[in-house]
């Protein structure tokens, strides 16, 4: 399951880079456009908003696969070991449920029904660019189920790493 994850990782990582370099062209291109040919291009703005969504979920995923996430555990550091380990599986419990319930299914839904509307100014439907919502959602209950599974196991600390001291 390990070296799956680290596959998946690899993947969104790289596809990342590629949104995020795609983002900033675009959005250099809108302000060539905008500035120099004083004529703006209504594309690359509707093309850098979808872009920038499809980053942030995916991103958002990312930073779930490697703990990274934002955690208030200053209440469930101070429980037992025991303790600590299922109040962050419970905590999990939700959130798979969350990713699972809203994104995966209700995102599903919206892009179904928004699947045969044409999107005026880009050559792709509305569906393909509202399927952000539950491709992250499936990703998101991937990487929530892996540290399930292993904080249960007790293969993973049930609190967020401490933050790295830098001595300058």
Request: glycine letters at 4%.
């Amino acid at each position: 399951m390990t070296k799956l994850k680290q596959a998946v990782d690899a993947v969104l990582r790289t596809l990342c880079i590629v949104l995020f370099a795609l983002l900033i062209l675009l959005v250099c291109w809108q302000i060539l456009t905008r500035l120099v040919f004083n004529d703006p291009s209504v594309w690359s703005e509707e093309a850098s908003r979808y872009t920038f969504i499809w980053l942030s979920l995916i991103g958002i995923s990312v930073a779930t696969g490697e703990r990274a996430d934002v955690a208030i555990d200053i209440l469930v550091k101070k429980l037992p070991v025991v303790a600590q380990r299922w109040v962050t599986a419970l905590a999990y419990l939700t959130a798979i449920s969350f990713a699972t319930v809203i994104m995966v299914y209700g995102g599903y839904l919206n892009a179904s029904l928004s699947w045969n509307q044409a999107n005026p100014v880009l050559p792709v439907n509305q569906g393909v660019l509202y399927l952000a919502v539950p491709v992250a959602g499936v990703l998101l209950t991937y990487y929530l189920c892996y540290h399930f599974v292993r904080i249960i196991a007790a293969k993973e600390d049930a609190t967020a790493p401490e933050e790295i001291q830098v001595e300058l």
